[in-house]
């Protein structure tokens, strides 16, 4: 029977489903806003598909502030950084610094987050028939210099902290894990436990299961502002112009309680709310290949893939499509595809596996929802009433059936004032 609490949760990307899903279980009253006609249609659609507690380090290192300087300057690099001013890129960029002290805390409890979710996220799939090309053949984090190597030694021992063993391999080794791999390697670390697979086909099918368990969930509805009163959580909306019933103008509705969870769009919601949250929109890129015949299936990788280096993920998403991922462009919000970064990861398809054709492939950009501390911001807001469950960064896909599992337990224990 359903309790008589409702609930509303704002955005429907991996981080929203979940979380409905967990709270729906839990016999609240859910009813899901997402702005776009479908579930999955921002961040959560075409990214590394990697489930990946082996890649939970953050990045807050005096390393990474001294590389990512040094990338600046390279067009093909990493990352890219358009330098004109904003108040919100820079306050970012301090606290990005501020939170180096964090970084072992931060990055071992991502590592338990990271593990947890992974088998909170085998038990939905299983509980819920979810087919999303999944693929059980481990992550190889791979490193062409012995420096780099020794790099990576040091994280294994810090993530070995929050409970994750990874192997470190030889060149020898990697030839097995992973033959279509052409590279000189020095040597890697292979994470048998991670594992990969499609975001979105998740995602969709979680958002009909949802469905299923009597959890409202309106597509093509933007929310213009939310507010909390005497009466409750006031959520106010409007259906997208293109649809037949748009004329009905903006509609409110009052919850009980609300849950933030739209993505780089979380920010402004939170100070509506009298909180900050200061998420940054780190734009990324991905590639799609489609492998069409079956020479070009054989000659692309099945083990997912992590090129420190690069910085480039990889994942096999069924026999059919291969998919490298990468860049962190701080960029503002604009979705734009630039040829500059797509490029370099057809380079790298072309140098690490030569004889793979990357003739038919698709380009996809998507905005991660980045804390400063690269930590997810889970827990309730400055009111009673609101909760947050946002702000994954590079690990949403990862981490959200953790943090979902987490904020829905806080949400349906505590009483709406
Ligand atoms: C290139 C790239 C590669 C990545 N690779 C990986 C990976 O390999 N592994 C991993 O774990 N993570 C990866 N990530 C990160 C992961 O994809 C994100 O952390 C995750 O998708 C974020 O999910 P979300 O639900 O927070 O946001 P979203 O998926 O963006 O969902 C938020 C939703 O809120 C909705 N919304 C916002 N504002 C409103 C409004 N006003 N009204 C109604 N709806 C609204 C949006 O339309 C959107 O659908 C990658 C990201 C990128 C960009």
Redesign the pocket.
């Known amino acids: 029977m359903k309790s008589q609490k409702r609930v509303a949760v ?7 489903i979940t979380t409905a899903y967990f709270l729906a279980k839990k016999g609240l009253d859910v009813t899901v ?4 006609p479908y ?7 075409a ?6 507690a082996s ?1 939970a380090e953050v990045w807050n290192s005096v390393s990474t502030v001294f590389k990512g300087l040094g990338w600046m300057f390279s067009s093909g690099a990493p990352l890219l950084m358009n330098p004109k001013p904003s108040w919100h890129k820079y306050s970012w960029l301090a606290e990005f610094v501020g939170s180096i002290f964090q970084y072992e805390k931060n990055t071992i409890q991502t590592v338990e987050w990271a593990i947890k979710a992974r088998s909170h996220l085998l038990s939905i799939a299983k509980d819920e028939n979810i087919d999303f090309d999944r693929k059980s053949t481990g992550i190889l984090h791979f490193y062409e210099s012995k420096k780099q190597f020794e790099v990576a030694e040091q994280v294994t021992a810090l993530l070995k902290k929050g409970g994750l063993e990874r192997q470190a391999v030889t060149a020898e080794e990697i030839k097995k894990i992973e033959p279509t791999l052409e590279s000189d390697i020095y040597g890697g670390f292979y994470t048998s436990s991670d594992f990969t697979g499609d ?1 979105h086909k998740f995602t969709s099918s979680l958002a009909k299961a949802c469905i299923r368990h009597d959890v409202t969930v309106r597509t093509s ?4 502002r939310v507010a909390v009163s005497a009466e409750g959580v006031e959520v106010f ?1 409007h259906i997208d112009d293109s649809k037949k019933d748009a004329s009905q103008g903006i509609s409110k509705e009052v919850f009980d309680q609300i849950v933030v ?5 979380s920010r402004k919601f939170a100070s509506m709310l009298g909180d900050r949250v200061n998420i940054y929109p780190v ?4 590639i799609t290949v489609n492998l069409e015949d079956e020479a070009n299936q054989n000659a692309a990788p099945n083990t997912s893939l992590l090129d420190d280096n690069a910085k480039l ?1 990889t ?1 096999r998403l069924g026999t059919s499509r291969f998919r490298v ?3 962190a462009e701080f960029n503002g919000y604009s979705k734009d595809i630039i040829w500059k970064r797509i490029d370099p990861m057809l380079k790298w398809c072309h140098r690490h596996f030569p004889d793979m054709s990357t003739e038919n492939f698709v380009s996809w950009a ?4 980045m804390m400063p501390n690269m930590v997810p911001r889970v827990g309730q807001g400055n009111h009673p009433s609101v909760f947050y469950n ?1 702000g ?9 059936a953790a943090t979902a599992d987490i904020i829905s337990g806080i949400v349906a224990t505590e009483q709406p004032k």
């Open positions: 704002i955005g429907a990307g991996i981080t929203g806003f997402e702005a776009n579930p999955a249609m921002e961040t959560s659609y990214n590394g598909g990697q489930l990946s890649n975001i509805t933007l929310v213009d909306s969870c739209a993505g780089v769009g734009k990324g890129y991905s993920v994942s991922a990468g860049t998507g905005l991660r929802p946002t994954h960064g590079h690990l949403g896909w990862t981490l959200a």
